[in-house]
């Protein structure tokens, strides 16, 4: 248990890095902004309760919101993404069998049904988070056009942050 507890406070550490000092000075032609912090809140066990998973994933929207000075905008979308989490979880990564996954991630289940997982949350990360910077149904084009990019960037960074940092499951 506490293995797991140091592994995702490391997770943490590491992402908050990456996304503090690098991707957020990242923007490709204003409709992508990857958020590989998001990873974070993905990759947290499936038998985490929800109180506490939806605490974590607002704690870590508000710390990025403080650190990037917005308005509250990454801790709303981490919270309403936790939320459906819980719902997703069961649903493509588990399948309604009863199984705990301790670290969701490309090895630990089947690729598509975390790819599948990956991409539908972050496209409501991005579709709480644009909406609620825009405001306005006026621009939802531009709003549609920035989620699709910006989840398409984030997911591919999201595979290659797997690769490069999760071990392969041993072959029996």
């Given amino acids: 248990m506490k293995n797991i507890v140091w592994r995702n406070v490391g997770r943490f550490v590491l992402l908050m890095l990456i996304q503090l000092l690098v991707l957020n000075n990242v923007y490709l032609g204003g409709y992508v902004m990857p958020m590989l912090y998001v990873l ?18 607002f704690g870590t929207g508000l710390l990025v919101d403080i650190m990037s000075g917005s308005l509250g905008f990454h801790a709303l979308a981490c919270t309403v993404v936790a939320m459906v989490r819980i719902w997703f979880a069961d649903r493509i990564l588990t399948r309604g069998e009863n199984i705990v996954i301790s670290t969701p991630g490309i090895y630990s289940v089947t690729p598509q049904y975390f790819i599948s997982y990956t991409l539908l949350l972050l496209s409501l990360f991005y579709l709480v988070f644009y909406t609620m910077e825009v405001f306005s149904f006026r621009g939802f084009g531009g709003v549609l056009l920035a989620t699709i990019c910006s989840t398409l960037v984030t997911a591919i960074l999201v595979v290659v942050y797997q690769v490069l940092f999760l071990k392969r499951k041993e072959e029996p």
């Avoid at 066990?45 to 998973?53: A, D, F, G, V, W």
Wanted: glycine letters at 0%; proline letters at 11%.
């Fill in 40 to 57: 974070f809140i993905l990759m947290l066990p499936t038998s985490m309760k929800r109180i506490p998973l939806l605490l974590a994933a």
